[in-house]
């Protein structure tokens, strides 16, 4: 018996779950039913932490029928085998579920209104897991980094690899809560441990684009400027709030911390 599974063991996220079980994608398609409650029966989990997702925002805008395959009925039959098996299901999500209106940083108590194709598709996945098992653990976050050079392909990894170059452009108007999939991690075991139940914002402050930038050209000790703009030159597809940040959690350092050590760690600085 495994006491816990993890999904999406393969991806960033859960890379850094060294608590469990981690199951890849080529191990377990969470939208075949009959191979989730196989593992689900066969395995017969305590807990099962589910951060298998797709999270490409553009990708999921263009391709809704496949977000919602992966996010809210993949998730769906990960409830059903959690049920089965009498197992806690915790699931991943984000605070894309809020539409950035509120003007401050949001809490549990805030109600979801999503707006783009992925964020509709995760809080569905949040309905299906509340609507399915009462012993079960939503955990939002949001603009998570982490993976080190070959799996960072986000932000983060993005401004890291512009090394030398004399401007940075980032973005000023739009703010969310970045945290280290690994400080993630950690929350999510310490949140299995004492039993949590409900929803779990997973913050490590709000943060926009720029003060990111500025950051990692601090701690790389880089004499680029950073140079401050408006989202609007870089129209997107889908959707984004204005102002996505969640509360700090107090499982969750300052995001500037985590981003400091996860430069220093993990891309050689």
């Known amino acids: 018996m495994d006491s816990i599974l993890i999904t999406g063991g393969d991806g960033v996220l ?6 469990g ?23 017969k989990p305590k807990v099962i932490v589910h951060c298998a997702a797709l999270t490409d925002l553009a990708f999921c805008e263009k391709n809704q029928d496949k977000a919602y395959l992966v996010n809210a009925i993949g998730t769906y039959h990960l409830a059903l085998g959690a049920r089965s098996v009498g197992a806690k299901l915790i699931y991943v999500s984000t605070s894309d579920v809020f539409d950035g209106t509120k003007g401050e940083s949001y809490t549990t108590d805030d109600i979801p209104n999503p707006m783009s194709a992925y964020a509709r598709s995760k809080h569905l996945g949040e309905l299906v897991v509340q609507g399915t098992l009462d012993n079960h ?20 990894g993005k401004i890291l690899m512009q090394k030398g170059s004399p401007e940075i452009r980032a973005i000023t108007d739009k703010k969310a809560s970045p945290v280290w999939a690994k400080d993630i991690a950690g929350a999510i075991q310490k949140l299995v441990d004492e039993g949590r139940r409900g929803i779990c ?15 990692i050209v601090g701690v790389m ?18 959707p984004i709030g204005e102002d996505q940040s969640m509360s700090l959690s107090p499982l969750m350092r300052p995001w500037q911390a985590s981003l400091r050590e996860y430069i220093q760690t993990e891309w050689n600085t």
């Open 14 to 19: 859960g890379s850094y779950c060294y608590f």
């Open 21 to 43: 079980t981690r199951l890849g994608r080529s191990e377990l398609d969470i939208t075949d039913f009959a191979a989730v409650m196989k593992v689900c029966v066969e395995r």
């Open 137 to 156: 653990l939503i955990v939002r976050i949001s603009w998570m980094f982490g993976g080190g050079p070959k799996k960072d392909t986000k932000f983060v």
């Open 201 to 215: 914002h997973l913050s490590g402050g709000s943060a926009t684009r720029y003060d990111m930038a500025q950051e």
């Open 221 to 238: 000790g880089w004499k680029s400027k950073v140079i401050p703009v408006l989202s609007s030159e870089f129209p997107l597809i889908y």
